[in-house]
């Protein structure tokens, strides 16, 4: 019998999503453990032996709003990718496929060999449906979720961790602030009511700073 470890998590969900495709249980099983919760039994003491799964890594995000690139709705900041303090940037795939078609129609015969790196990578994108792929900085590769997650994922690991490092520092100097609230590190924007507050979630009443404004109270 397998069951996922959500069901744990949600003993009163269970019963109503036992039906759907939420859990990993087959038609009996759930019929089972329904019968027995209609029965008025708790699913911790009909299943005493019943040790949850590990939670499988969720994986990770890559979108690109306004206030810039958010791995699993943490904003990075935007020097990690100008300063090329890592490898790869996110890149809008679609804006990706148009500029290789023009770069392709401009390539001279001289220049056959790029050409054909450009034709292998824009088949490799229009294979994909990702909306946002890592590119290399340095070399023609691209890493897609869809392709690749376990490499996609390093990436945004790696990221991540550069992030906080990078901005830690920046918050240690007292030239970045930290809103708990998005758990990111942010510069905080004149949110128009006569407060700075987090670009993100628009409050100010959930940032922690180091710097010292030498306001007077
Ligand atoms: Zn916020």
């Known amino acids: 019998m397998f069951f996922h470890s959500r069901v744990l998590k949600m003993e009163i969900e269970l019963y109503t999503n036992l039906q759907s495709h939420t859990f990993e249980v087959d038609k009996e099983t759930s019929d089972f453990i329904k019968s027995q919760l209609e029965q008025g039994g708790k699913f911790d003491v009909l299943f005493p032996d019943f040790e949850p799964k590990e939670d499988e890594q969720e994986g990770y995000t890559l979108e690109i709003k306004s206030e810039g690139v958010y791995i699993n709705d943490i904003l990075i900041n935007e020097d990690i990718f100008q300063e090329e303090l890592v490898d790869y940037k996110p890149c809008d795939r679609e804006d990706e496929i148009d500029m290789l078609f023009t770069w392709i129609s401009e390539c001279g015969s001289d220049r056959q060999s790029d050409k054909e790196l450009m034709i292998e990578d824009l088949r490799y994108l229009q294979g994909l449906n990702d909306e946002w792929v890592w590119s ?82």
Do not use: H, W
């Open 136 to 217: 290399n900085i340095s070399t023609n590769e691209f890493i897609a979720k869809s392709d690749d997650e376990e490499r996609f994922n390093e990436i945004c690991e790696e990221i991540l961790e550069k992030n906080s490092e990078y901005c830690g520092e920046l918050y240690e100097k007292g030239k970045l602030d930290y809103c708990s609230n998005c758990d990111t590190y942010i510069n905080q924007i004149d949110l128009g009511n006569g407060s700075f507050g987090c670009p993100i979630c628009k409050r100010d009443d959930c940032i922690e700073t180091k710097y010292d404004s030498g306001k007077e109270e």
